[in-house]
């Protein structure tokens, strides 16, 4: 069965600081892809990042990286420098290969940053 | 474009009505699903379709029905509503290629609240 832990309920931050998100996910599939979404408090969910199960090389974008480690199968996902415009509920998010209608997400980390 | 776009954003029912929420896009995705976000626990999902005709079941299918029809309109029926069905309820729509999964595009929401 799959299924996504992100065992962080709630972090709390000062602004500047560097944060990491954890993400443990479970399959049984060799091919499967995982996301990352960005819900702020205005309730839209924004993508971030998508990343198959045959690319492990970390992604950066600006302050956003992403470090995927299939021997721990865990997606972490770190802000460097956060920001009050980073506060927001995150989910990680599974789906496998051919599986493009259904996503399995985490519980979700609400991440707040103040200023 | 107008993406994925839900319609009502908010909805009281009495318990024992009935009611639909609608769902469009008009990116020309193949997949469509639905799923509702309660607090702690992330998204779910309720039911997907993988082209127009096609739907199947996802985690929490109960009490609820969809169609497709249309290749753009992906309706959720609420048939008989439940306080337990009180939750906000997301709409997303997807693309695949070969046997690729791609990201999900989400609709705003609707609030729905059954007393």
Redesign the interface.
Same mark, same amino acid.
């Given at each position: 069965a799959q299924k996504?832990t992100?065992a962080q309920?709630e972090i709390s931050v000062v602004e500047k600081e560097d944060v990491t998100l954890d993400c443990v996910y479970e399959t049984r599939d060799t091919?499967y892809?995982l @996301?990352w979404?960005k819900q702020p408090p205005s309730?839209?969910?924004v @993508?971030l990042i998508?990343r198959?199960s045959f690319d492990e090389q970390n992604e950066i974008s600006g302050r956003y990286s992403w470090n995927f480690q299939k021997s721990t199968s865990s997606f972490n996902f770190t802000i460097t420098a956060s920001q009050v415009v980073d506060s927001a509920v995150y @989910?990680c998010?599974l789906?496998?290969?051919?599986?493009?209608?259904?996503?399995? @997400?985490?519980?979700?980390t609400e991440l707040s940053v103040k200023p | 474009n107008a993406g994925v776009t839900q319609t009502p954003k908010f909805q009281v029912l009495k318990t024992g009505q009935s009611m639909t929420l609608q769902c469009a896009q008009d990116m020309n995705h193949e997949y469509m699903s639905w799923y509702r976000q309660d607090p702690g626990m992330g998204l779910r999902l309720i039911h997907y379709s993988v082209g127009a005709g096609i739907t199947d079941q996802g985690e929490v299918p109960n009490g609820y029905n969809v169609s497709r029809s249309t290749t753009e309109d992906f309706p959720l029926r609420l048939l008989s509503a439940a306080p337990s069905q009180t939750s906000v309820y997301f709409c997303a729509s997807s693309y695949s290629s070969g046997l690729a999964s791609y990201e999900q595009y989400f609709g705003p929401g609707t609030r729905l609240t059954v007393t």
């Open positions: 996504v992100q309920t091919t892809y @996301f979404y309730g839209e969910l @993508f998508r198959n @989910f998010a789906s496998d290969g051919n599986q493009g209608g259904k996503l399995i @997400f985490g519980q979700g | -």
